[in-house]
């Protein structure tokens, strides 16, 4: 039986001069089954459809519809690619009785990145919450776990950008369970009981949002860390220059954003508003020279709620990220 995958988010303006392609006439849907198929390598899109760890984190909810609104936003952008673009649909919590369904989904979502990684395509995740992040490593590690049949462990080096650390302990939640908020503690959890490094960047971290405690567990773990005021046109080169040494020391890296990194005036369609943030205009130079380092490996886009988003601002800069993350991909 062959997936059905929707595809009509993918609509838009069509011009009838030659070369004015838009994401919309290129991009084709591409079923789980076809994922390992005779397809040519591409950008392949995947929704995480799921925001039951924003509701444990008390957070507002909403967003699982996150994917639909960023394909939307995304289609009717100008085609400026060389690679094959691709939906491969998405994957989606499946609530029964009081469990809600997000370790599944966690779940299966690290074995459709894990699958595409295999099949040479670079996965573009859309949240959902950003519970998506444990999702998204875990595939990625398992692809490189495969890949590395018993040589040395590889090093994933995760860039988040972000307000929040998303390091609360999971064993001190209630119910001891993984949220939004904790899913860089459990892959660094993950990281020591397999004996692997664990390389963590956080950029755009707010201090009034991140506890005391947050900071020092940061510390701890050796992650790099910039706050949102820091990262200003002034300190760009500078902050750039230390990305650069982070991603050199790392094999293969995982850049995940949590749109609420961005200003709320940017960005209003977030489970959490921020109300200084780091601009579009700061963000784009630091992930173009991720881009460009060819080491990335895997993308996320986390947290954008459609229900608070005024004027489509959020899924705009969502479409925009991705847009620049994947020009020349």
């Not at 369904?101 to 074995?111: D, H, K």
């Not at 460009?292 to 608070?308: G, I």
């Amino acid at each position: 039986m062959t997936e059905w995958i929707d595809m009509s988010p993918w609509a838009g303006r069509e011009d009838p001069e030659p070369n004015s392609l838009r994401w919309h006439q290129v991009i084709k849907p591409l079923p789980a089954t076809a994922q390992a198929a005779n397809m040519p390598a591409g950008i392949a899109l995947l929704g995480f459809a799921c925001d039951a760890g924003v509701a444990r984190n008390h957070g507002r909810v909403g967003a699982a519809a996150g994917p639909r609104a960023i394909r939307k936003a995304l289609a009717n952008l100008a085609w400026h690619q060389r690679s094959a673009a691709f939906d491969a649909g998405d994957v989606t919590s499946h609530p029964h009785g009081t469990d809600d369904g997000m370790e599944s989904a966690q779940s299966r979502l690290g074995g459709r990145v894990a699958a595409l990684l295999d099949a040479g395509h670079l996965p573009v995740v859309l949240g959902g919450g950003h519970e998506v992040a444990y999702g998204s490593w875990s595939g990625l590690a398992r692809h490189l776990e495969n890949a590395a049949s018993g040589k040395k462990a590889p090093v994933i080096g995760i860039i988040n950008l972000d307000a929040h650390f998303d390091l609360r302990n999971p064993l001190l939640t209630p119910g001891q369970r993984g949220s939004s908020g904790t899913p860089f503690a459990q892959i660094a959890d993950e990281c020591e009981r397999r004996g692997w490094s664990f390389r963590y960047a956080c950029l755009g971290v707010s201090r009034a949002s991140n506890t005391a405690a947050l900071f020092d567990r940061a510390t701890e773990l050796g992650v790099l860390v910039r706050e949102d005021r820091e990262i200003t046109a002034a300190s760009l080169d500078a902050i750039g220059n230390e990305l650069d040494a982070f991603v050199a020391g790392c094999d293969r890296i995982y850049l995940t954003i949590d749109l609420d990194v961005l200003p709320a005036s940017e960005a209003p369609g977030v489970s959490a508003p921020a109300a200084h943030g780091v601009s579009l205009a700061l963000l784009e130079p630091l992930i173009v020279r991720v881009r460009d380092s060819h080491k990335l490996a895997l993308v996320d886009l986390a947290e954008l709620n459609p229900s608070f988003d005024m004027d489509g601002r959020t899924a705009k800069a969502a479409a925009r990220l991705i847009h620049q993350l994947t020009l020349d991909a």
